[in-house]
């Protein structure tokens, strides 16, 4: 079949557009991340653009498979390089340890630790998120496979979890004395499955995220009938 094209805001969602329009699940489709359209090297999230071609695979994914066999180089190993390369760019020696994909953290984790890692963290981890994003992006490309990926620099991501852990307590608190509902700051997948995380036994509140794109809100509601409105946004960690 002719390579077809599709267009999305993230790479899930021009994955789903394929796989609806071809009728097929996306482990059966042969997909190359063509273009990424974004706003410098570490650009916001949000503004960026992905187009990515597919086909269904067949022979020619049997005759790829079969002429891989002198390719020895893992995801682990790529994303090593591809992480103490871009290191090596900007002048920083990166020390990374990397872990396995497991039903714990479901995902791999690249643990970077570094002299003034700090820079690459930004405002609430947004160049540690694009960071992760462009590397997720690589391998997706090399590797024809769409991996959950975790970058964490210097234990920034372990400080955010209690943060977060603690502003999502006190707001639920207060969602319990007031019967009505709060919302977060705008949080990325991995911290608003914290939030999700914590809460998802609790019988006196429930949450679910609101928005669109890859950043949205936590909604943290009374269980039963909502007393009122939501009352705006209550900041988070600063």
């Known amino acids: 079949m002719d390579t077809l094209e599709f267009e999305g805001k993230t790479y899930e969602e021009a994955v789903k557009k394929a796989s609806l329009e071809l009728k097929v699940e996306e482990k059966d489709l042969d997909i190359e991340v063509k273009e990424v359209d974004t706003k410098g090297i570490l650009g916001l999230l949000g503004t960026k653009k992905i187009r990515i071609t597919v086909k269904i695979k067949g022979q020619e994914e049997a005759e790829r498979v079969s002429g891989s066999n002198d390719e020895t180089e893992t995801p682990e190993e790529f994303g090593r390089k591809f992480l103490n390369d871009f290191g090596n760019y900007i002048g920083l020696d ?83 004395r007031t019967g009505r509902k709060l919302k977060t700051d705008p949080l990325n997948p991995y911290e608003r499955r914290i939030i999700h995380t914590l809460f998802k036994h609790n019988k006196s509140v429930t949450t679910k995220s609101e928005g669109e794109g890859h950043i949205k809100k936590v909604i943290i509601s009374p269980t039963g009938n909502v007393q009122g409105s939501s009352r705006g946004n209550v900041r988070g960690r600063r």
């Open 94 to 176: 990166f020390q990374i340890m990397v872990t396995d994909v497991s039903e714990k953290i479901d995902r791999m984790l690249f643990l970077i630790q570094c002299d003034n890692g700090d820079v690459l963290v930004g405002k609430d981890g947004e160049i540690l998120e694009a960071l992760q994003y462009i590397l997720r992006l690589a391998v997706a490309k090399k590797f024809k496979q769409n991996l959950k990926i975790l970058i964490d620099i210097n234990g920034y991501r372990e400080r955010r979890k209690k943060a977060l852990t603690i502003m999502a307590k006190r707001l639920a608190d207060k969602v319990k």
